[in-house]
């Protein structure tokens, strides 16, 4: 491995350059996040209407189960 010499840069960095880089980093993530923010709301929604499914159908079972048996017998 060879070292390698930092070169030091002629140019002063400005306020105005550290604005700009913050300014395009923002706009890439702007960019990733409004990309990114659909597939996750349509994952959120699917869980939960499966949530609420489930737990309708889970409830119905268990009251079929527990569910009293009458018979009446006319003599």
Request: hydrophobic share 45%; no cysteine.
């Amino acid at each position: 491995m060879s070292a390698k010499a930092v070169e030091e840069p002629t140019k002063k960095i400005t306020r105005d350059d550290i604005e700009a880089k913050l300014q395009e980093l923002r706009s890439d993530v702007d960019a990733r996040a409004e990309a990114a923010k659909t597939p996750a709301i349509a994952f959120v929604v699917g869980a939960a209407v499966l949530t609420v499914v489930l737990a309708y159908w889970l409830g119905r079972r268990r009251g079929k189960k527990r569910q009293m048996v009458l018979e009446i017998r006319r003599i």
